[in-house]
Antibody
Framework: EVQLVESGGGLVQPGGSLRLSCSASGFSFSSYGMHWVRQAPGKGLEHISLMSSNGGSTYYADSVKGRFTISRDNSKNTLYLQMSSLRPEDTAVYYC?????????????WGQGTLVTVSS | DIQMTQSPSSLSASVGDRVTITCRASQTIATYLNWYQQKPGKAPKLLIYAASSLQSGVPSRFSGSGSGADFTLTINSLQSEDFATYYCQQGYGKPLTFGQGTKVEIK
């Protein structure tokens, strides 16, 4: 059974930093692209970052480019999102998501999400 | 960016009804279109990928159709567990974008 478990969310002040982790199990982690998708309270879904299976390719949405860094440790089956220069508009539930294939275009398994609140 | 527009934004339906949700892309996206279901407080769940392929484990009352820029999600014989918000998502180009969601409520 595929499982994705996020951790690291919490309350942080504007301008602060936070690192999210996503522990994966139940599939060959090193074979799949992985994504972060976020959802602001009461709002829709926003894809913010992806990393290819071997870590060689990344993508960032304009809204987080230059502030967030995605990374992965395939030996630990773990995906990370380092977030810095956080803004109130970054407040959201952050989901770790597995890609369905090598095309990096379909989200087939989602974690339960971790809430990040940016507020003073 | 490719904009995804869903209609309606919300609808009320009864158990047993047939429900149709549409999604329009701002440009052609072939069949790079996926549908997700999200229940309150839960993560989204993939229902349909590549416009019309049913994800493993998803009931056959869910179906998808369309290509180019216009797509449809149909739920035949709506069940109580289907009351949720539905999102379309295009996988044709970056940024990967979602529709604004369609909330299916109990009439």
């Amino acid at each position: 059974e595929v499982q994705l478990v996020e951790s690291g969310g919490g309350l942080v002040q504007p301008g602060g930093s936070l690192r999210l982790s996503c522990s994966a199990s139940g599939f060959s982690f090193s074979s799949y692209g992985m994504h972060w998708v976020r959802q602001a309270p009461g709002k829709g879904l926003e894809h913010i970052s992806l990393m290819s299976s071997n870590g060689g390719s990344t993508y960032y949405a304009d809204s987080v480019k230059g502030r967030f860094t995605i990374s992965r440790d395939n030996s630990k089956n773990t995906l990370y999102l380092q977030m810095s220069s956080l803004r109130p508009e970054d407040t959201a539930v952050y989901y770790c998501v597995k890609d369905r294939t090598y095309l990096y275009d379909t989200f087939d398994y989602w974690g339960q999400g971790t809430l990040v609140t940016v507020s003073s | 960016d490719i904009q995804m527009t869903q209609s309606p934004s919300s609808l009320s339906a009864s158990v047993g009804d047939r429900v149709t949700i549409t999604c329009r892309a701002s440009q052609t996206i072939a069949t790079y279109l996926n549908w997700y279901q999200q229940k309150p407080g839960k993560a989204p769940k993939l229902l349909i990928y590549a416009a019309s392929s049913l994800q493993s484990g998803v009931p056959s009352r869910f179906s998808g159709s369309g290509s180019g820029a216009d797509f449809t999600l149909t739920i035949n014989s709506l069940q109580s567990e289907d009351f949720a918000t539905y999102y379309c998502q295009q996988g044709y180009g970056k940024p990967l974008t979602f529709g604004q969601g369609t909330k299916v409520e109990i009439k």
